[in-house]
């Protein structure tokens, strides 16, 4: 049974750093095209990286030299490095898995709250 499960959100001030977690059961990290995204409320969701084979990384341009996306197959964990956080980073963050780069992904966790405030 495929399961993604986020953790490591919280209440960080400006320019600070979260590192968020998604634990993965029922497949490999680096078998899925891997990502993370973000929702704030009454706006859609947003990409805000991929990671392709363990390897290959994508950024959507506001968090790119900020934030960095990595995986570990030893401990099936995706990550999320955050740094130099910004008040308009602040939303709920959702790690999601599928086969294909150009489709929708097929699982999704349940999100974890990055708040980013003075």
């Known amino acids: 049974q495929v399961q993604l499960v986020e953790s490591g959100g919280g209440l960080v001030q400006p320019g600070g750093s979260l590192r968020l977690s998604c634990v993965v059961s029922g497949f490999t990290v680096s078998t899925y095209v891997m990502r993370w995204f973000r929702q704030v409320p009454g706006k859609e969701r947003e990409l805000v990286a991929r990671l392709i084979d363990g390897r290959t990384t994508l950024y959507t341009d506001p968090v790119k030299g900020r934030f960095v996306i990595s995986g570990d197959d030893s401990n099936n964990t995706l990550y999320l490095q955050m740094n130099s956080l910004k008040p308009e980073d602040t939303a709920v963050y959702f790690c999601?898995?599928?086969?294909?780069?150009?489709?929708?992904?097929?699982?999704w966790g349940q999100g974890t709250q990055v708040t980013v405030s003075s």
């Open positions: 999601a898995a599928g086969r294909l780069s150009y489709a929708s992904p097929s699982y």
